[in-house]
């Protein structure tokens, strides 16, 4: 049974960094796409950035372009987020997703199965 667990959220002041990790048990995420999505307080879920294992190319949420990275290490089964510049607005629960045919970036997200139980990032000062 597949097991997504993600780590590394915390507070932290306007203009920081953090980096999430999202760590796949039972079932090796090589030949997948990776997202990481995210929920404010009140706010729908939002596809922050994605991974595509049939090309590699990485998508940004324009919100995040220019200051958030995805990375992935496939000998880990793990996919990180770096997060710099870190403003408020970003304040959410950070979850990563997948599921079993999921391999391109441009499959509507919302049909995921397997999802992380979120890690919670607060930038405030």
């Known amino acids: 049974q597949v097991h997504l667990a993600e780590s590394g959220g915390g507070l932290v002041q306007p203009g920081g960094s953090l980096r999430l990790s999202c760590v796949s048990s039972?079932?090796?995420?090589?030949?997948?796409?990776i997202g990481w999505f995210r929920q404010a307080p009140g706010k729908e879920r939002e596809a922050v950035s994605c991974?595509?294992?049939?090309?590699?190319?990485?998508h940004y949420a324009d919100s995040v372009k220019g200051r958030f990275t995805l990375s992935r290490d496939n000998a880990k089964n793990t996919v990180y987020l770096q997060m710099n510049s870190l403003k408020p607005e970003d304040t959410a629960v950070y979850y990563c997703?997948?599921?079993?045919?999921?391999?391109?970036?441009?499959?509507?997200?919302?049909?995921?199965?397997?999802w992380g139980q979120g890690t919670l990032v607060t930038v405030s000062s």
């Open positions: 991974i595509s294992s049939t090309d590699g190319r990485i």
């Open positions: 997703a997948t599921d079993y045919n999921y391999s391109d970036c441009a499959v509507d997200w919302r049909y995921l199965e397997i």
């Open positions: 039972g079932y090796s995420l090589d030949y997948n796409a």
